[in-house]
């Protein structure tokens, strides 16, 4: 039987899927953690699958097990826990993708020279335009990839880490340890963005790379040209990957802004552009929603599973939609 999750105590452990509380904790594993309990918490049932039919051995219990695994003979004798593992338990290699250009550092900010549009930054923000989020968007995805990394190891699954801007910069061999894990931990600690963005091509390359049919989930902003990003994402499909593409936004690239007129600049070329948001808010809504739902479509289209994520939401969703990709693999 599972253990029961007192409401109060689920509850409580809820806070940390809220970006806010998380972008306070200390460190990358602490934060990742945090992300993972709280969901865990907030389920009626575990997350944790695989389990066939015959026995082959012990392992260590790990929170979320099903309790009816527990081998209670060996508690008896030892007073540590034990489950039961069994033959052909499910392991999957999962690949995350993390797009660390410099148009992922934009985030929502009142305060002058700060924040950005897209690919731009806005100066002279009046007081009253914008919300404003604890994370950037890199900051985002780099605590939803150490969340689901983190998930991937509890439920003893090898996962890999690939980072790429203009081209691959750092690519992972997928791994069930826990050695592994504090490797891709300390990977995500220590990213800083930096030039323009090659999305399309750099997943070309790194399709070209994974040898094995495995789980992809990538996390950008997908602030490239449309037709090529697809094309690449196609390249996951043709080789027979499973594939999970997070477009992480904030809100204000969702909405525009409001207020005075504001000079842009490109984060990743220093382009600077005038503008007049209340002359151009509608149009900018109308082409933000078509771009948004031209990957939605195609990627439904192709079997790919998109999610439209916001900075200043919680982290259920990502959770949500990998663990449903999961019992399809299982």
């Known amino acids: 039987m599972e253990r029961p999750v007192k409401s109060d105590q689920a509850e409580d452990f809820r806070k940390f899927l809220n970006p806010s509380v998380i972008a306070k904790l200390s460190n990358m594993e602490l934060r990742a953690r945090s992300v993972v309990e709280g969901y865990i918490a907030g389920l009626h049932k575990s997350p944790y699958h695989g389990f066939s039919v015959e026995f082959a051995e012990h392992r260590q219990y790990m929170p979320g097990d099903d309790l009816k695994y527990l081998d209670w003979k060996v508690l008896g004798k030892t007073g540590r826990l034990y489950v039961k593992r069994f033959e052909q338990e499910t392991n999957l290699k999962s690949y995350l993708i993390l797009d660390i250009s410099r148009s992922m550092a934009f985030k929502s900010s009142v305060s002058e020279n700060q ?67 504090r490797q891709i931990l300390r990977e995500l600690s220590n990213i800083e963005p930096r030039n323009e963005t090659g999305t399309a091509e750099c997943l070309n390359v790194i399709a070209n790379r994974i040898r094995k049919r495995g ?68 149009a900018y809504q109308e082409a933000m929603k078509e771009f948004v739902e031209n990957y939605r479509n195609e990627c439904l289209r192709n079997r790919i599973d998109y999610v439209l994520l916001s900075t200043d939401t919680g982290y259920e969703t990502a959770l949500t939609n990998y663990l449903n990709k999961r019992k399809k693999l299982i």
């Open 115 to 181: 924040g950005g549009l897209g690919k731009f930054f806005r100066r002279n923000l009046p007081q009253n335009t914008a919300s404003s989020p604890e994370l950037t968007k890199l900051e985002y995805a780099s605590y939803l990839a150490a969340s689901l990394a983190y998930l991937m190891i509890l439920q003893r699954d090898a996962v890999s880490l690939t980072t790429y801007d203009t081209q691959v910069r750092s690519f992972l061999n997928p791994s069930s340890t826990k050695a592994n894990l």
């Open 215 to 282: 789980l992809v989930i990538i996390f950008s902003d997908l602030f490239d040209e449309q037709k090529e990003v697809l094309n690449a994402l196609k390249h996951f499909r043709y080789e027979n990957h499973e594939v999970i593409l997070f477009q992480i936004l904030d809100p204000l690239e969702l909405t525009f802004l409001r207020g005075n007129p504001v000079t842009l600049k490109d984060m990743e070329t220093s382009e600077e552009m005038y503008s007049q948001p209340f002359a151009v808010q509608k």
